[in-house]
C-alpha cells in the first residue's frame, strides 16, 4: 500500500456532463499518473505530473484535463463526458529518485460508466 | 516508439503445472521492464522489476522472469502454478520520462 486513494470508486454519469476524478496520495511524491484501462488495451497514460502544477499529456490526452495545485492530490476531469470514456482509471505514483530505482504504485481505481 | 507486447490473450494451465507469460518489447536503449498482476476488481500489483544486472529476476509470490536482450523478450515464469495465480498478467516497460508502457495483457486461467 503506497498510501494512494482514489475517489470516487465508482460513477456513472449522463453524456455531456463534466465529470472529476481525485487521487490523493500520503507521501509527498513529486510523478503522478492517469491511467484507463480497457479490455484489449492494457493500461495507457492519459496525463502526469512532474510536480506542482508541472503537467504533461500522455498517449490518450483527448478529452481530458488535469491540475495539480498541491503534491498530494492530482485531479483528472473529463469536460464534457462521452461513452467512449466509459473505462476504468487508476492513478499510480512514482516510487524512487533515481533512475535505477523507479517503480510505479497503483491507486485501486475508479469505474466510470458514461450513459 | 516503444511498445510492449503481450502475445498471449488468454493461457488456461492445470494447478502445479509450470507457467510461462511472453512478453516482447521494441525500445533502442537498455529497457527499465516490468511486471504487474490484478486480480478481479482489483488494482495492479507489482511482481517483479528489471533494471540492469542479473537478467534473471525474482518477484513476489515465487515468480520470475528472464530479461533476454537478443530476443527482446521479458518472459514471466512460475514453475507450479496455484489456483489463487488466475488473475491478468501486465507487462511493462519505463520510458526516459518515468512513463509506463503496457501490454495488453493476458489473463491466466487456472484448472483444477
Known amino acids: 500500500d503506497a498510501g494512494i486513494t482514489q475517489s470516487p470508486r465508482h460513477k456513472v454519469t449522463e453524456t455531456g456532463t463534466p465529470v472529476t476524478l481525485r487521487c490523493h496520495q500520503t507521501?509527498?511524491?513529486?510523478?503522478m499518473y492517469w491511467y484507463r484501462q480497457d479490455p484489449g488495451h492494457g493500461l495507457r497514460l492519459i496525463h502526469y505530473s512532474y510536480g506542482v502544477k508541472d503537467t504533461d499529456k500522455g498517449e490518450v490526452s483527448d478529452g481530458y484535463s488535469v491540475s495539480r495545485s498541491k503534491t498530494e492530490d492530482f485531479l483528472l476531469t473529463l469536460e464534457s463526458a462521452t461513452s467512449s470514456q466509459t473505462s476504468v482509471y487508476f492513478c499510480a505514483i512514482k516510487v524512487g529518485t533515481d533512475y535505477s530505482y523507479n517503480e510505479q504504485f497503483f491507486g485501486p481505481g475508479t469505474r466510470l460508466t458514461v450513459l | 516508439a516503444q511498445s510492449v507486447t503481450q502475445p498471449d490473450i488468454h493461457i488456461t494451465v492445470s494447478e502445479g503445472a509450470s507457467l510461462e507469460l511472453r512478453c516482447n518489447y521494441s525500445y533502442g536503449a537498455t529497457p527499465y521492464l516490468f511486471w504487474y498482476v490484478q486480480s478481479p476488481g482489483q488494482g495492479l500489483q507489482l511482481l517483479l522489476k528489471?533494471?540492469?544486472?542479473?537478467?534473471l529476476v525474482q518477484g513476489i509470490k515465487g515468480f520470475e522472469a528472464e530479461f533476454k536482450r537478443s530476443q527482446s523478450s521479458f518472459n514471466l515464469r512460475k514453475p507450479s502454478v496455484h489456483w489463487s495465480d488466475a488473475a491478468e498478467y501486465f507487462c511493462?516497460?519505463?520510458?526516459?520520462?518515468?512513463?509506463?508502457?503496457f501490454g495488453s495483457g493476458t489473463r491466466l486461467l487456472v484448472r483444477p
Open positions: 511493462a516497460a519505463m520510458d526516459s520520462s518515468y512513463k509506463l508502457i
Open positions: 528489471y533494471f540492469s544486472g542479473d537478467t
Open positions: 507521501e509527498n511524491h513529486r510523478y
